[in-house]
């Protein structure tokens, strides 16, 4: 089946920097790559939604000057939480489709922790 | 806007089955997933079932489709301390777009 990875796994940073995380599809090409956002003992919510070449469409509520999205090519799409602070702390999926109709595949998940 | 809503909690015996319910609100939904999370991971795909079908089977899993009543259920046949983990089941209304259940914890005690 088709692979998303996501990278890095793991990452801890201070307050106030910016941390990029970035979602491949390795053996398809995304047309379409979506961002979600997940809390301990929540489920998903979806962020943004990102078209290749295009910019990223945000859920209400989402700031889209602090949760950067960038999908410049159709194997990779970036996340990148500008001046995170604690509260930003948090696991992040990305999760790609490669045309019109098709499956969403998943990737690992980034988790983020902002000390 | 969506609602897909799930029991938080679901705790059963080694070898009993296991069903996990979901409910929804859009009519519309197309397709309707089950989704594993294992903790600190990512999503796996479980299955899937299309809006126009009322069940479908794939090895210890079925899935029972209610369209009516908007109800969707899991049915783990056998269940192994191994299918511990949080199913999310999730619908999808069209775009590319899917959204997710709060999460319903199985446990399995041996």
């Known amino acids: 089946g088709a692979v998303v990875s996501q990278h890095p796994s793991w990452v801890i940073c201070k307050s106030g920097t910016s941390v990029k995380i970035e979602c491949r599809s390795l053996?398809?090409?995304?047309?379409?790559m979506f961002w979600y956002r997940q809390f301990p003992k929540q489920s998903l919510m979806l962020m943004a939604t990102?078209?290749?070449?295009?910019?990223?469409?945000?859920e209400q509520g989402v700031e889209k000057d602090k949760f950067l999205i960038n999908h410049a090519s159709l194997t990779l799409s970036t996340l990148t939480v500008t001046s995170a602070h604690p509260e930003d702390s948090s696991f992040y999926i990305c999760?790609?489709?490669?045309?019109?109709?098709?499956?969403?595949?998943f990737g690992e998940g980034s988790r983020l922790t902002v000390l | 806007g969506e609602d897909v809503e799930q029991s938080l909690f679901l705790s059963v015996r080694e070898g009993d089955s296991s069903v996990i319910n979901c409910t929804y609100t859009?009519?519309?939904?197309?397709?309707l997933y089950w989704y594993k999370q294992e903790p600190g991971a990512g999503l796996q795909l479980l299955t899937y079932?299309?809006?126009?079908?009322d069940m479908k089977q794939d090895q210890r899993l079925t899935v029972l489709l209610n369209k009516k009543d908007k109800h969707l259920s899991l049915r783990i046949a056998d269940t192994q301390t191994g299918d511990s983990a949080i199913y999310f089941c999730?619908?999808?209304?069209?775009?590319?777009?899917?959204?997710f259940g709060t999460g319903t914890r199985l446990t399995v005690i041996p």
């Open positions: 999760s790609a489709s490669f045309a019109g109709d098709g499956e969403l595949f």
């Open positions: 053996d398809f090409q995304a047309t379409t």
């Open positions: 990102s078209n290749e070449g295009s910019k990223a469409t945000y």
């Open positions: 859009d009519s519309s939904s197309t397709y």
């Open positions: 079932i299309f809006s126009n079908m």
């Open positions: 999730a619908e999808r209304t069209g775009a590319n777009n899917l959204f």
